[in-house]
């Protein structure tokens, strides 16, 4: 939606905004369903969501935002599903040290 909306020509603020408004409830969910996990998927997706919820309210005022976005969400987003599809069994299906 929002890369249609900057090809289009909505202009860069415009598109900036709806990228953040859409990580907002994207970071509370994150979060919240972190807490009812355990081990690595608690302790990756808590600090993650809470990161971009202040990244997605403060993201204008920071230098640089696009890239301290990309430096902290897409790791921390690729180790949390990772640890999500652990916690809930997805690798013990795999023939993998056996």
Known sequence: MVD????????HETT???RMCV??????????????MTGPA???????G??????ALL???????KQVLGAFVVP????WL???????GAFAALPIGR
Request: glycine share 14%; proline share 5%; hydrophobic share 60%.
């Open 50 to 55: 809470v990161g971009l919820f202040l990244h």
């Open 4 to 11: 249609m909306a900057s090809i289009n020509g909505a202009g």
């Open 59 to 65: 993201g204008p005022r920071i230098e640089n935002t």
């Open 23 to 36: 990580h907002l409830p994207a970071a509370i969910w994150i979060a919240g369903v972190s807490l009812g």
């Open 82 to 88: 990772l640890s999500v599809a652990c916690w809930l």
């Open 16 to 18: 900036w905004l709806a």
């Open 42 to 48: 608690s302790f990756i997706g808590v600090p993650l």
């Open 76 to 79: 921390g987003m690729i180790a």
